[in-house]
Nanobody, 114 residues
Framework: VQLQASGGGLVQAGGSLRLSCAAS????????MGWYRQAPGEQRDMVAT???????NVLDSVKGRFTISIDNAKNTVYLQMNSLKPEDTAVYYC?????????WGQGTLVTVSS
């Protein structure tokens, strides 16, 4: 399984970004895709996950600002990030978990300036 993430960048506080992650390869029928983030000197934390059935789990601190969605036909997960704050600055990693394994994409840097 390969994960290709895109969409990071530099944005001012209050701005928006949309991250995309396309999965390819031998993907299990039942899976969970999501986004994690890691700020400098911090551990990697879950931001949002979504099953291919559409059940989402979102970090409390981003609820109401971030929305995760999935396009099963494209094996692509999206993270719409609105009202970004400087504390959202981190490297964001795409993840896919299925019965065969736990896979990570390359990180994409999101920088929010104050």
């Amino acid at each position: 399984v390969q994960l290709q993430a895109s969409g990071g960048g530099l944005v001012q506080a209050g701005g928006s970004l949309r991250l995309s992650c396309a999965a390819s390869g031998n993907i299990g029928t039942l899976n969970v895709m999501g986004w994690y983030r890691q700020a400098p000197g911090e551990q990697r934390d879950m931001v949002a996950t979504i099953t291919n059935g559409g059940t989402a789990n979102v970090l409390d601190s981003v609820k109401g600002r971030f929305t995760i969605s999935i396009d099963n036909a494209k094996n692509t997960v999206y993270l719409q990030m609105n009202s970004l704050k400087p504390e959202d600055t981190a490297v964001y990693y795409c993840n896919l978990r299925d019965v065969m394994g736990n896979y990570w994409g390359q990180g994409t840097l999101v920088t929010v300036s104050s």
